[in-house]
């Protein structure tokens, strides 16, 4: 059996907090507005701004995307504020070409809007709010990255 520090060599209290924080902002977001904070509605939101396409211009998007944008933005903030402050100034380093991080941002963006929302909008506000389709969403999301993950060490990936 592992033991914790060989999951969280790190430990785990900076986990606690961060889930504590996300809980406490998702849940001020929703009692003040009514709305759900998931990323991949202020990604199609944002869209709206430089999209004439129908399916941005719907009064959901149009409606939201001022206070959208700002969340999005606060996310990137956010984390480069901790990066050069608790973070030690050691940003997350990657061997991945920028054109295949963006590409899959793309496509994850485009694959999070026809799932109905994203990991965060499903796991976080879905699942928390009770939502059965979230439910069923977090598992189909599970379920596919623990078989991509096996297939991916199968064939020397990791």
């Known amino acids: 059996m592992d033991s914790i520090a060989q999951w969280f060599p790190m430990g785990w209290e900076p986990f ?12 001020v977001l929703f009692w003040l507005t009514g709305l759900i ?26 409606s939201t995307r001022n206070w959208r ?3 999005g933005l606060g996310l990137i903030v956010g984390a480069v504020i901790f990066t050069y402050t608790l973070g030690g100034g050691h940003g997350f ?20 809007r026809m ?10 506000c879905g699942i928390g709010s009770g939502q059965l389709p979230s439910i069923l969403a977090v598992i189909i ?7 991509t993950a096996h297939v991916v060490r199968a064939l020397g990936g990791f």
């Open 16 to 27: 606690l907090f961060g889930g504590i924080f996300i809980g406490l902002g998702v849940s």
């Open 37 to 62: 904070g998931g990323i991949s509605t202020a990604y199609t939101a944002v869209w709206s701004l430089v999209s004439r396409h129908p399916f941005f211009q719907h009064e959901k998007f149009v």
């Open 69 to 71: 944008l700002m969340y």
């Open 93 to 112: 380093v990657t061997k991945v070409p920028l054109w295949q991080l963006f590409v899959g941002g793309i496509v994850g963006g485009f694959g999070a």
């Open 115 to 124: 799932g109905g929302g994203c990991t965060s909008g499903h796991g976080i």
């Open 141 to 147: 999301f599970l379920s596919t990255a623990i078989v």
